[in-house]
């Protein structure tokens, strides 16, 4: 999976968080923004902890 797939998959994940709050899950703000910062710090760190295992990776 190259790291532009996974950036895809960051942006993906927090669209579906948007729709879910927006037309399902009744959240508080507090709650909606600490969903999405836990999300994103797993996303981020799955990102950076295979990040030099990426397919297409150039080296610089």
Known sequence: MTNATKA???VLV???LVLVTS???DL???Q???VEGAVNAAL???VG???KNSS???DG
Do not use: E, S
Request: charge should be positive; hydrophobic fraction near 60%.
């Open 28 to 30: 508080a703000d507090g």
């Open 49 to 51: 902890l295979t990040y």
């Open 44 to 46: 981020a760190l799955w």
């Open 8 to 10: 895809q998959v960051v």
């Open 14 to 16: 927090n669209a579906l």
């Open 32 to 34: 909606r923004a600490a």
């Open 56 to 58: 297409k990776r150039v």
């Open 23 to 25: 037309f399902g899950v």
